[in-house]
């Protein structure tokens, strides 16, 4: 079992900045990739960066590219999601994501089978 435990939402302006972090814990040895997903109030979860547990290729949203970088600290089992020129449309809750059988789109919800609870960003005009 992997725990997922996120932190780092907030109140931030519009074009203010954010670090999210998910700190991971139990058998984070056996995780392929984590991502980061958001839900706007009415809206369906959608993707919106995830990178493979021990590195390689970062994926992003169309409509967070630019402005937003996923990492991991190794030492800590931590990946972070920072958020640059934030706007009122990156409002959501956003949830760290894990997937331990590497398999499925990069992008689907469906791939991940470990879940965080969620952090609130809201981003003001």
């Known amino acids: 079992q992997v725990q997922l435990v996120e932190s780092g939402g907030g109140l931030v302006q519009a074009g203010g900045s954010l670090r999210l972090s998910c700190a991971a814990s139990g058998r984070t040895f056996s995780m392929y990739v984590m991502g980061w997903f958001r839900q706007a109030p009415g809206k369906e979860r959608e993707f919106v960066a995830a990178?493979?547990?021990?590195?390689?290729?970062?994926y992003y949203a169309d409509s967070v590219k630019g402005r937003f970088t996923i990492s991991r600290d190794n030492a800590k089992d931590t990946v972070y999601l920072q958020m640059n020129s934030l706007n009122p449309e990156d409002t959501a809750v956003y949830y760290c994501?894990?997937?331990?059988?590497?398999?499925?789109?990069?992008?689907?919800?469906?791939?991940?089978?470990?879940w965080g609870q969620g952090t609130q960003v809201t981003v003001s005009s």
């Open positions: 994501a894990g997937d331990q059988y590497n398999r499925g789109i990069i992008t689907a919800i469906a791939r991940y089978n470990y």
């Open positions: 990178r493979g547990w021990s590195g390689g290729t970062t």
